[in-house]
C-alpha cells in the first residue's frame, strides 16, 4: 500500500493523470503532451493545492525557492480549512467547464475527466459531518481524526524524519517550525474528537484503546529520546550545522508536545468512554451513504457492496483452486487450503529469528528478491526507468498501529528515493515464502516503478499528476505487478514462492468479502478475523491488525482487487482487438503512462494506445 495520513496527507505522493511519452513507448494519443491552455489551467491547480497542503510539497521535493515558505508549515486540520477545501474544489470545477471539455485533445479529456472526478469526490465528503473535502479529493475516507494508523502522532514524527530533507540552518529552522505545530496540530484533532463524539461518531472501543496505548507510550518516552529530537540531532550533527538542534527540539517536545499529549489522551478517553466495540461505519449517523462514497473513493467504481462482497467470495474460491493444486504437488494433502497455508506461515523453515540478526536478514532477503525482480523488467516494459529503492522497516515507535508494508514514492526532485517500509515488529507477520510477491508489490514493478515514471519523467507531467490519487488504480497496479513477475517465471523453481503468490491474491479477494461484511453486512470484529485466518492461513495477530486498519479506512481494502480485475479486464480486451499486434510491454507502459486515473477512465486510456498502435 501507499502510506497516507489521508486527513493531512502527511508524505502524500499519489498520483493521476501523468500522460508524457517516454523513450521507446509506442506513440499514441494517450501520450501526448497537454495544449498550452490545459497545462496552464493545471499548473495554477496545482500551486494552489500546494499551499493547502505544504507537507505534499515537502514531500514531492518542492518546498524550495519560490515555495521555501511551505517548508516550515503543515495543512490545517480545522472545519474552517475543509471549508476552504471544499471552495477550492468547486472552483477548480467551474474553471474547467469554463475551459470546456468538447475541443480538448483525447489526452487532455482524460485529463480533465480525472480532475474533475477527483475534485467532485472531494465535494462530496462535505455531505457528511465526518467525512471531509480533503480526504475525499486524494482518494481517502477517514471516519475518525485519531486511530491506531492516523493522526499527528503517528504521521508526523515518521515525516519529518523521512521527508524533510536537511541541508542547512535554515532547513533545521523550519523543522523545529514544524515539531512546534504538532502541537497545534494535536489539540485541533482533540477539539475535533469531542465535536464528533458529542455527534455520535467515535471509533471502536478496541481501535480507542489501540490509540490511547500508542498516545501514552509516546508521553512514555524520555523528550531526548523522542524520533523528533534524534532525527535533527544525529542529521545536524553529521552535516555541521552548528547549533543548539537537540536541546531546542527536546524542550518543544517537553514543553508543547507532552502537554497536547495528555490533552488529546483526556479528549479521547472521554469521547470513547462507552463506545462500542462494533467496527463497521454503518453505525454512524447516515452510515449507509457515508460507506456508500467511502466504497466510491476506494474502488473508483459505482459497484455495490453486495455485488462486491459476492465477487470476492467467488474469487477466492477459484485461487483457492489452484492453490490446492500446487499444495498437493508437494506434498501438502490434509486439511482445507487455508489450513495448510496456515501450517506452512507457521513452519520454522519460513520463519526469520525474531531478534535484529533475524530483521536484518529478512530484509537481505528483500533486497535479493527486488534485485530478481528488476531484471524480469526489460520483458515487461519499454521504459527505461532508475526506479531507486531502499527496504527498511517500519520506525519502531509506530510499528505497533502501521501496516503490514507500505511505500513512499521518490520526491520529484530526486532527492529521496521510493522507500519501501515493512512491519518487522515481530519477523513472524512475514514469512520467508510471502516477501517475493510483497516486495513486487512495494517495489518493482509496483509502487516504485509507477511512483518513478512520475518523479523521472516530472518535467513532462502536469504537476497535478503527482497530487491525485486513486486508490483502485495504484493499488490495482501494484497487484497486477505481483501477477507480471508470476507471468515472467519468477517462481518456476519456487513453487512455495507461488503459493505466496497465490495468497497474496486470496487475500485480496478476502478483503472483499470483509470489508464489505464490516461495513455493510454488519459483521462483527471476531467474524470478519476468523473468516480472514481460515480463508487465507494468515495468523491471527495480522489479520487483526488488517481487520482494525479496515475498521478505520472504509472502502480502502476494497481497491486492489476492484483494480487489479479492472487491469486485467482492459488487458483481454486489447489482445482480442489487436490481436498479433498486441504487445505486453506496450500495454504496462500505457497503464502506468496514465499515472493513476480513476477506473471509470482507465478503458478510454487503453483506447487511445489502442488507436496509436493500429494507426
Request: glycine residues 10%; neutral net charge.
Amino acid at each position: 500500500m501507499i502510506a497516507l495520513d489521508r486527513r493531512h496527507m502527511m508524505g502524500s505522493t499519489l498520483a493521476a493523470a501523468a500522460l508524457a511519452t517516454p523513450a521507446g513507448a509506442a506513440v499514441s494519443k494517450v501520450s501526448a503532451a497537454p495544449a498550452p491552455r490545459m497545462k496552464a489551467l493545471l499548473d495554477r491547480f496545482a500551486d494552489e493545492l500546494l499551499r493547502l497542503t505544504p507537507e505534499t510539497a515537502t514531500s514531492l521535493g518542492l518546498d524550495t525557492g519560490a515555495r521555501a515558505a511551505l517548508k516550515s508549515q503543515f495543512a490545517d486540520g480545522t472545519p474552517a480549512a475543509d471549508a476552504r477545501w471544499a471552495t477550492q474544489l468547486g472552483s477548480m470545477i467551474t474553471r474547467l467547464k469554463a475551459l470546456g471539455r468538447t475541443g480538448l485533445s483525447p489526452a487532455d479529456q482524460i485529463r480533465y475527466d480525472t480532475v474533475t472526478y477527483a475534485a467532485q469526490a472531494g465535494i462530496d465528503g462535505r455531505k457528511f459531518f465526518y467525512g471531509s473535502a480533503q480526504g475525499g479529493f486524494f482518494g481517502g475516507a477517514v471516519p475518525y481524526p485519531v486511530t491506531q494508523q492516523d493522526g499527528a502522532m503517528t504521521a508526523i514524527p515518521e515525516f519529518l524524519n523521512s521527508q524533510h530533507q536537511i541541508k542547512t540552518a535554515a532547513d533545521a529552522e523550519s523543522y523545529l517550525a514544524r515539531v512546534a505545530k504538532m502541537a497545534v496540530l494535536l489539540d485541533q484533532e482533540s477539539a475535533q474528537i469531542a465535536r464528533d463524539a458529542g455527534r455520535g461518531v467515535m471509533p471502536p472501543s478496541f481501535i480507542a484503546k489501540a490509540a490511547l496505548g500508542q498516545l501514552d507510550e509516546f508521553r512514555k518516552t524520555p523528550g531526548g529520546e523522542q524520533g523528533l529530537v534524534t532525527s535533527l540531532a544525529t542529521r545536524t550533527t553529521a552535516l555541521g550545522i552548528k547549533g543548539a538542534w537537540g536541546a531546542r527540539a527536546t524542550q518543544m517536545v517537553q514543553r508543547l508536545i507532552y502537554p497536547a499529549i495528555a490533552r488529546q489522551i483526556a479528549a479521547l478517553t472521554k469521547a470513547t468512554a462507552n463506545a462500542p466495540d462494533v467496527p463497521g461505519v454503518h453505525r454512524l449517523p447516515d452510515g449507509e451513504a457515508y460507506y456508500g462514497w467511502a466504497l466510491k473513493l476506494g474502488t473508483t467504481t459505482m459497484t455495490s457492496p453486495q455485488e462486491i462482497h459476492a465477487l470476492g467470495i467467488e474469487q477466492n474460491k477459484a485461487i483457492q483452486s489452484r492453490m490446492d493444486a500446487i499444495l498437493k504437488a508437494q506434498g501438502l494433502t490434509k486439511g482445507s487450503v487455508g489450513e495448510r497455508v496456515l501450517a506452512l506461515t507457521k513452519d520454522p523453515a519460513q520463519l526469520y529469528p525474531d531478534t535484529p540478526a533475524g530483521r536484518e536478514a529478512l530484509i537481505a532477503y528483500c533486497n535479493d528478491r527486488s534485485t530478481a525482480q528488476r531484471a524480469l523488467m526489460p520483458g515487461l516494459t519499454k521504459m527505461d526507468l532508475k526506479a531507486p529503492l531502499v527496504i527498511k522497516r517500519v520506525p519502531e515507535d509506530i510499528q505497533a498501529g502501521a501496516s503490514l508494508g507500505y511505500m513512499n514514492f521518490a520526491s520529484l526532485d530526486g532527492s529521496r528515493p521510493a522507500i519501501y517500509y515493512i512491519n518487522l515488529k515481530s519477523t513472524t507477520l512475514w514469512p520467508k515464502y510471502q516477501l517475493s510477491t510483497l516486495t513486487a508489490h512495494e517495489g518493482i514493478p509496483g509502487h516504485a516503478w509507477q511512483g518513478a515514471y512520475l518523479a523521472e519523467r516530472s518535467a513532462d507531467i502536469p504537476l497535478i499528476s503527482s497530487l491525485m490519487g486513486f486508490n483502485a488504480f495504484i493499488e490495482g497496479w501494484a497487484l497486477y505487478s505481483e501477477q507480471l513477475v508470476d507471468e515472467a517465471g519468477l517462481y518456476d523453481k519456487d513453487p512455495f514462492g507461488q503459493i505466496g503468490y497465490l495468497q497474496a491474491q486470496q487475500f485480496r479477494a478476502c478483503r472483499l468479502v470483509v470489508d464489505t461484511g464490516l461495513h455493510a453486512l454488519r459483521w462483527t470484529r471476531a467474524q470478519a478475523i476468523a473468516f480472514l485466518v481460515e480463508n487465507t492461513g494468515r495468523g491471527e495477530n495480522s489479520m487483526t491488525s488488517e481487520v482494525d486498519r479496515y475498521s478505520v479506512s472504509p472502502g480502502q481494502a476494497c481497491g486492489y482487487k476492484m483494480g487489479h480485475n479492472e487491469i486485467n479486464a482492459q488487458r483481454e480486451r486489447a489482445k482480442a482487438a489487436l490481436g498479433a499486434k498486441f504487445d505486453l510491454a506496450g500495454f504496462n507502459d500505457s497503464v502506468v503512462q496514465t499515472g493513476g486515473v480513476p477506473l471509470a477512465v482507465l478503458g478510454t486510456a487503453v483506447d487511445q494506445w489502442m488507436a496509436g498502435v493500429m494507426g
